[in-house]
């Protein structure tokens, strides 16, 4: 039965045997029997990571070991508010961090980064924090509901989302208002240039 560690780009984290690109970690989230509790997250550093990385192996969601999480790409990461690996992703890292400067202009430290971070993409309650704006604002690599589904605007058209991959491309309207999921902060990184690796249905 397939556990319960796959990030949508709305934040929730269900179950499903769909496999993803890339893996995150917001801390221990799982009992002893491998259930997530309530909590959402453990820290505030929220990283994307690399499926492998010097050879390391892990057990997954093994007894007092961080939860592995896991994303359809780096795309959705962004979304659920999680950043590249410093280690792991270290090439990643360094240009979001340079795309951070030009946006928002300081605090370019991980923790600086992650503390930010944290009040654009949650609320208090848990829930992700989402806000309305224009399509044309927007960069490549945001995500945005489209009548209650989440859809990634990549090249000029809507990707609808699903576990498996994207959807075929619909036409963007630009004047279109939507809500927004993908934090306010990383939508400024993506528009100073950081583009994330995206699953390859979003090219068919």
């Not at 399509?135 to 690599?141: I, P």
């Not at 279109?176 to 390859?200: D, E, F, I, Q």
């Amino acid at each position: 039965m397939p556990l319960q560690n796959r990030v949508l780009p709305t934040g929730d984290i269900v179950a499903t045997s769909e496999r993803g690109l890339f893996m995150g970690n917001r801390g221990i989230l799982h009992n002893d029997d491998g259930r997530l509790g309530s909590r959402r997250w453990a820290h505030q550093t929220w990283i994307c990571c690399a499926l492998e990385f010097k050879e390391r192996k892990r057990q997954v969601m093994a007894p007092g070991r961080y939860t592995e999480l896991f994303f359809l790409d780096e795309a959705v990461a962004l979304a659920a508010g999680h950043r590249p690996c410093a280690e792991c992703r270290r090439k990643a890292y360094e240009r979001f961090r340079g795309a951070w400067v030009t946006a928002v202009g300081s605090g370019d430290r991980a923790a600086q980064i992650d503390r930010r971070l944290h009040v654009d993409r949650v609320r208090r309650d848990w829930r992700q924090v989402r806000h309305d704006l224009r399509l044309g604002d927007l960069s490549d690599g945001a995500f945005v509901l489209v009548d209650g589904r989440a859809h990634l605007l990549w090249h000029g058209a809507l990707r609808p989302f699903s576990r498996a991959g994207y959807g075929s491309p619909l036409p963007i309207e630009r004047d279109a208002v939507l809500t927004v999921l993908t934090p306010r902060a990383t939508l400024a990184v993506l528009k100073a240039g950081y583009t994330p690796h995206v699953h390859p249905s979003a090219a068919v």
